[in-house]
């Protein structure tokens, strides 16, 4: 079987700069102040730069302070759209950082982080789904029920998706 020679690296990397200027653009358009976002941004050139340093992390964890602290509804589109976005800097980071700068990667090396990134996106969104339905008053215990019960799914899933090999 004939592999091909795949794309450069820099490619995913330009794929992280791209994902963090779409963040910077939703947190702006969520009013976030100026210096957060200006130092997400500076942050996120540096994960592409240098993704085997802290920056990804801080990127991840002060775009969830700033969306948090926003005062935009967490089931906005703007908000909604940051989820997938953290994520692709987080795979997009963990993946460049083992690889050397250098190299070809082919998008079959890929699939499993991909599969992963779906599976994820799924059930994150499919849980927001239920909390956008939950009633704002008293929760029924039917409801509390089976979201105890959608929790222990989740968990048996990923321990099955960690133990998998």
């Known amino acids: 079987m004939k592999l091909g020679a795949g ?31 200006l130092a997400i941004a500076t942050f996120g050139i540096l994960s592409a730069v240098a993704p085997a340093s802290p920056a990804p992390a801080f990127v991840i964890a ?19 759209a940051l989820l997938p976005l953290v994520h692709l800097v987080h795979i997009g980071s963990a993946i460049s950082a083992t690889v050397p700068a250098t190299a070809r990667v082919h998008p079959s090396a890929l699939r499993p982080a991909a599969v992963r990134f779906i599976v994820v996106q799924a059930s994150v969104f499919a849980i927001a789904a239920v ?3 939950v009633p704002a008053t008293v929760t029924p215990t039917a409801l509390e029920v089976a979201g105890l ?15 998998k090999r």
């Open 131 to 133: 909390a956008a339905i």
């Open 62 to 80: 002060a775009t969830a302070v700033s969306a948090a602290t926003s005062g935009t509804s967490p089931f906005a589109l703007s908000m909604l």
């Open 149 to 163: 019960a959608g929790v222990a799914v989740l968990a048996a899933l990923a321990a099955r998706l960690v133990t």
């Open 7 to 37: 794309f450069p690296v820099w490619l995913l990397r330009g794929a992280i700069v791209v994902a963090v200027g779409l963040i910077v653009l939703l947190l702006r358009a969520q009013h976030v102040a100026t210096l957060p976002v």
